[in-house]
């Protein structure tokens, strides 16, 4: 099994419309949690960064954080068509010898249509 | 502007042969990784270095080899045993701050003809 599970879609959406992206994880070592977006052929670019369990928002973009159910969500808001990418969770535990070292989910590639 | 610039962008080679590809980052950063990306597989880590002249072994090692000579770069080079190479590889840096995560350069395309 792996530590972190990611539905890779592909998901279409018509633009406009709520889009939910999630991912669960099995190790409670994890504390931060970040969503990156990738478009094709690019280097991934962080969008939300978030500590512990809880709630942020970022203008369309909200993402959740339930350490309990080992569950972490995005929700994009009014979706644009230039939102169409693939969207990686990645995750990593605090201090020690992990460093910085991340997690990451398979990646969902999300499509929004005009 | 301050970023991590990967070189060349795309990368052909012929079977048998090592090819380097280069990784330059201008934020003072001291850790750096190498990831390599496969469709439907999300990033997997290859090397990851924390210092200069220190690096460590990550998931999937085997066939590649890297250096840490300077803060600013840490060049990756894909051997000739490492048996599938083609795949889409990418560079990222870490300041080492607590509230801080890793920043990818724009990746390099190595395909193996």
Known sequence: QKEVEQDPGPLSVPEGAIVSLNCTY???????????RQYSRKGPELLMYTYSSGNK????????????????????????????????????SAGGTSYGKLTFGQGTILTVHP | ??????????????EGQNV?????????HDA??????DPGQ???????????N???KGDIAEGYSVSREKKES?????????????AFYLCASFSGKVADTQYFGPGTRLTVL
């Not at chain 1, 099995?26 to 990156?36: D, E, G």
């Not at chain 1, 969500?73 to 969207?87: G, V």
């Not at chain 2, 750096?32 to 990306?37: A, G, T």
């Open chain 2, 42 to 52: 999300g990033l997997r880590l290859i090397y990851y270095s924390q210092i200069v």
């Open chain 1, 57 to 92: 928002e970022d203008g369309r973009f909200t993402a959740q954080v339930d350490k309990s159910s080992k569950y972490i969500s995005l929700f994009i808001r009014d979706s644009q068509p230039s939102d169409s990418a693939t969207y990686l969770c990645a995750m990593s």
């Open chain 2, 1 to 14: 502007d301050g970023g991590i610039t990967q070189s060349p962008k795309y990368l052909f080679r012929k």
């Open chain 2, 74 to 86: 840490f060049p990756l080079t894909v051997t000739s045993a490492q048996k599938n190479p083609t």
């Open chain 2, 20 to 28: 380097t590809l280069s990784c330059e980052q201008n934020l003072n």
């Open chain 1, 26 to 36: 099995s190790n409670s070592a994890f504390q931060y949690f970040m969503w990156y």
């Open chain 2, 32 to 37: 750096m990784y190498w990831y390599r990306q």
């Open chain 2, 54 to 56: 220190d690096f460590q």
